[in-house]
């Protein structure tokens, strides 16, 4: 009985010790995933605003988005992707619409940096556990595997808003 006692009171005592280290990993990750989408919301405005007006409606074929709409696809996707960690759009914005909804490069840049704030608010609400249940897309993740998600769709899209800058004569301002 003693040497239950001992091996339990040790596997507690391990269990106490792991506990910040678990929860410092899921802060760690938390803060990590926040970077990634600051340095995203740094190169998505950027590259924006270094867009000629004139290029925004750069396709590189029929049935493709243009150079406009992959900028507001993405601002959608933050704010469609940030319900998911349980922040609403504002009241009023037609999410669904937003990638067809302007041409104007001022209006574009606008519409990256809100969404871009909005989806940095709804991940700073997530909290520290990383491993917590949840669905997305009609799946079953995490709340880490719903970060990959939303950090991998802007990744896909980052670069093929670089490709589509290249073509027309745009250096990516972080790389000039």
């Known amino acids: 009985m003693h040497q239950q006692l001992r091996q339990l009171a040790l596997l507690c005592a391990v269990a106490l010790m792991a506990a910040p280290v ?9 803060e990590e995933a926040k970077g990634r989408l600051a340095t995203l919301q740094e190169k998505f405005v950027g590259l924006a605003e ?6 925004l409606g750069y396709r590189p074929s029929d049935g493709v988005r243009s150079t406009a709409e992959v900028f507001l696809h993405v601002s959608s996707a ?3 992707v940030s319900r998911a ?7 009023g914005l037609d999410v669904r619409g ?11 840049v606008s519409r ?10 709804a991940i700073g609400n997530v909290g520290t556990d990383a491993e917590k249940p949840m669905r997305m897309f009609g799946r079953e993740t ?22 589509y800058a290249r073509a027309n004569g745009v250096t990516p301002p972080w790389s000039e």
């Not at 678990?22 to 938390?30: G, I, T």
């Not at 270094?50 to 290029?55: G, N, S």
């Not at 937003?98 to 574009?108: F, H, R, V, Y």
């Open 22 to 30: 678990m929860l410092a990993d899921n802060h760690a990750f938390a």
């Open 50 to 55: 270094a867009t000629p007006a004139d290029k």
């Open 98 to 108: 937003l990638e067809k909804s302007t041409t104007d490069k001022a209006e574009i």
């Open 142 to 163: 995490t709340t880490r595997g719903a970060l990959w998600t939303a950090l991998g769709h802007l990744s896909e899209h980052l670069g093929q808003s670089i490709a």
């Open 78 to 80: 933050n704010y469609f």
């Open 85 to 91: 960690f349980g922040t609403n759009p504002p009241e």
């Open 112 to 121: 990256i940096k809100a969404s871009f704030e909005h989806i940095s608010g």
